[in-house]
């Protein structure tokens, strides 16, 4: 019998009306990567934060061992010093320091990393980053990094500590394909020095690459586990939703029509950076019932032109003409007006109020449509929160649940929700399926399919580029910020869309 580095054995835990894992048991051997996957819900997030202290020994049934000896932990702290590395999905990290001081913090003083100097800090830094072949520099702030590049200074944090577990929840959601390309070589290579590694996915194609065995989890039980010899997409998909899924991007017959928007020249000066533009001479076109793609690599200013659409950026210049007449859009509210709405890139921190419920959150973008007169109408409050609820199939006891117990697929949804409560001509989607899952992501798909043969035009971002494949008629590459390359659908393969690119 194989020894585990780590194992999680017989776990229970329970929330108010609740059970997050039933019995669950994870293991990890020495020098293995084992793969971690389930649906938003299935209680990834309540192990890996057992196993990392978070959830304290006490609050839960079953016991931890590392290297056959139960622990008991009190605080994450804990997990540290046994050896336990955690870089959870959401962002924590100190936007006011440097890189350096974020990678260090915490272990200043000790005897491996007692730099008494910034300079001796930032040189440390400058070769632990080179060393790990992650591409940051010592000396930036981190408030200038993108989500991706924060994503990847948390990895450093982690590996800062020297762990020999070290459990990397979704650590690809944000990053560009050169950085997932990166990690991976990172990872495969402290498994080639005996580390052990619990990579959470929910991208299949990162499990088949790159993991030894999968578990999978569904409504906080174990289904299965399967060694990299007997991975079967199809089956692993069926175990983690329940049911059979026959195609993951749906096919769609829509009658494209008339030219609806059309952008020219957009400009827009960046607000923390003299003299430079986050987008320049932006130009594209978009058709009734079109799904339009914007490809392009993290930094190419997918995110910015959806937000300068929707009025977060005032335009320096350039035009937006919507039905062949220029609007002037100086808010979002004014873009709403015009038949705009966006769904943003991060639900949490810009599409939910976290800590409002479900009806709130949908009716919240459109009062007209709840009001009695002058007062608002509980019966039409209700009538629209149940009606998105039962037409993107958000799981949850009812409207009254407060969104931030809902998994991150039933989030997205009151995203979505809140967006169509708008009526919009033009639903702006920046990143729609990041970080749900498998059975989230193809709910999403069919609902987009949808919205296009109700003649709903929408633009859509997504780093996942088979998914904007699969998905778009065609396809606007943006790069540096502007616009260098248009293809049509028969056109468009992960080529020919990254030869441009690059270009």
């Known amino acids: 019998m194989a020894q585990f580095v780590l194992e999680a054995r017989n776990i229970t835990k329970d929330f108010p009306g609740v059970r997050a894992l039933n019995n669950v048991t994870l293991s990890v051997e020495k020098g293995e990567i084992l793969g971690l996957i389930g649906e938003n819900g299935a209680g990834k997030s309540t192990i890996l934060k057992i196993i990392n202290g978070i959830y304290k020994t006490g609050t839960f049934e079953g016991k931890i061992f590392i290297n056959g000896l139960e622990v008991v932990l009190h605080s994450p702290h804990d997990a540290l010093i046994k050896g336990i590395g955690f870089v959870p999905q959401e962002i924590n990290v100190m936007e006011d320091l440097t890189v350096a001081e974020n990678i260090f913090v915490g272990h200043l ?17 400058a070769e632990f980053l080179k060393e790990n072949k992650i591409n940051l520099n010592s000396k930036t702030r981190v408030k200038m990094l ?25 650590p690809t959601t944000a990053l560009a394909l ?55 997409e199809g089956r692993i998909v069926t ?21 609806l928007l059309r952008v020219e020249g957009l400009t827009v000066a960046h607000p923390k950076i003299k003299n430079k533009n986050l987008i320049e001479n932006v ?23 959806l937000s300068t ?25 004014d873009a709403i007006k015009h038949g705009l709405c966006l769904v943003t890139e991060d639900r949490k921190a810009n ?41 993107l199939s958000i799981k949850a006891p ?7 117990n809902l998994s991150g697929g039933n989030q997205q949804k009151v995203v979505i929700s809140k967006s169509l409560n708008t009526d919009p001509k033009i639903l702006l989607l920046d990143e729609p399926t990041k970080g749900i899952d498998v059975g989230s992501k193809n709910e999403i798909y069919n609902l987009i399919n949808i919205l296009a043969g109700m003649g709903i035009s929408i633009i859509m971002v997504s780093s996942e580029l088979p998914e904007l494949l699969a998905m778009c008629d065609r396809f606007i590459i943006l790069a540096h910020g502007t616009t260098v390359g248009e293809l049509e659908k028969s056109e468009a393969t992960q080529e020919t869309v990254m030869v441009k690119c690059f270009a």
């Not at 005897?111 to 440390?124: G, L, M, P, Y």
């Not at 130009?283 to 032109?305: N, P």
């Not at 335009?315 to 979002?332: F, H, M, P, V, W």
């Open 178 to 232: 050169d950085d997932v390309d990166n990690l991976f070589e990172i990872v495969l290579q402290l498994k080639q020095n005996g580390k052990s590694i619990i990579f959470v996915t929910h991208k299949l194609e990162e499990i088949t690459r790159l993991t030894d065995r999968v578990t999978i989890l569904r409504d906080g039980t174990n289904i299965a586990t399967y060694p990299r010899e007997e991975y079967n």
């Open 398 to 404: 009812g409207t009254q649940t407060m969104v931030v």
């Open 283 to 305: 130009s594209f076109s978009l058709k009734k019932g079109e799904v339009l793609g914007l490809a392009g690599l993290v930094g190419a200013g997918r995110t910015e032109t």
């Open 239 to 259: 175990d983690m939703v329940g049911r059979t899924i026959t195609s993951m991007y749906p096919s769609r017959s829509v009658k494209i029509g008339e030219e």
């Open 109 to 125: 003083t000790e005897e491996k990393t007692s730099f008494a100097k910034q300079s001796q800090i930032i040189k440390r830094a």
């Open 309 to 333: 659409l929707f009025g977060q950026y005032p335009l320096t210049a350039g035009k937006i003409i919507i039905e062949g007449r220029q609007i002037n859009i100086k808010s979002e509210s």
């Open 351 to 391: 599409g939910l109020l976290m800590l409002a419920n479900i009806k709130h959150n949908i009716v919240v973008t459109n009062l007209k449509k709840i009001l009695n007169g002058f007062f608002i109408s509980r019966k039409k409050e209700n009538e629209v929160a149940n009606n998105y609820m039962s037409k």
């Open 146 to 170: 993108s989500i991706g590049q924060k994503q990847l200074l948390m990895i450093a944090r982690a590996l800062s500590w020297d762990p020999h577990i070290l459990i990397l929840d979704e």
